[in-house]
């Protein structure tokens, strides 16, 4: 039962490249989210998805896009990544509305 | 705007002493309230808190919520090293989003 996973774990890469991340859940939760953390900040929300093709914006989304064509992915793209878009990023899904979210192990970005 | 703001920030202890982690919310259309913790990797679901007045329990760990006074407690009995970590509070809004405090680090010194 692998749950819940992001890939790559680890991440350098230069400013003005296009990167991204990668989430997959094998729990057919309805809902899944992307979130980053920095120090000060905690957990901010990015994007999440209600369900397959529908997504929303969440407290930090500019620079970022998101797309959910299947249920079980939810990949993460930086168009053209910013230093300040190095952070830890999560992924995260939930089964339906009222329920707790469980998350993926991270992915540490690094921009140069 | 919704907030949640956690309290104290960060807290070091002794092995087997008792700790209370502090949350309030500013949440609208308020559903629940998450507590994870988090140590060196993703944040791990320890509780969801819906009703007011019920306390929620797992081996030395606890936490109840108060609706009217927007907050709510954990509370960690007998201390281990392995208690060590940053908890984190979440207030879920109708709008299916979590909102997180910053969280309070816990340290539990032998």
């Known amino acids: 039962d692998a749950g819940i996973t992001q890939s790559p774990r680890y991440k350098i890469t230069e400013t003005g490249r296009q990167v991204t991340l990668m989430c997959h859940q094998t729990?057919?939760?309805?809902?899944m989210f992307w979130y980053r953390q920095d120090l000060g900040h905690g957990l901010r929300l990015i994007y999440y998805?209600?369900?397959?093709?529908?997504?929303d914006k969440g407290e930090v989304p500019d620079g970022y896009v998101v797309s959910r064509s299947k249920t079980e992915n939810f990949p993460l793209t930086l168009e053209s990544a910013t230093r300040s878009q190095t952070s830890v990023y999560f992924c995260?899904?939930?089964?339906?509305?009222?329920?707790?979210?469980?998350f993926g192990p991270g992915t540490r970005l690094t921009v140069t | 705007e919704d907030k949640v703001v956690q309290s104290p920030l960060s807290l070091v202890v002794h092995e087997g002493d008792t700790v209370t982690l502090n949350c309030s919310y500013e949440?609208?259309?308020?559903?629940?309230l998450l507590w994870y913790k988090q140590e060196k990797k993703a944040p791990t679901f320890l509780f969801m808190l819906?009703?007011?007045?019920i306390e929620k329990k797992s081996g030395r760990l606890s936490s109840i919520l108060d609706k009217k006074e927007l907050f709510s407690i954990l509370n960690i009995t007998a201390t281990q090293t392995g208690d060590s970590a940053i908890y984190l509070c979440?207030?879920?809004?109708?709008?299916?989003?979590?909102?997180f405090g910053k969280g309070t680090k816990l340290t539990v010194n032998p």
């Open positions: 995260a899904s939930r089964r339906g509305s009222n329920y707790e979210q469980y």
């Open positions: 729990w057919s939760h309805s809902y």
């Open positions: 998805s209600a369900a397959a093709d529908i997504t």
């Open positions: 949440v609208t259309n308020f559903r629940s």
């Open positions: 819906t009703s007011s007045g």
């Open positions: 979440a207030g879920s809004s109708g709008s299916e989003k979590l909102v």
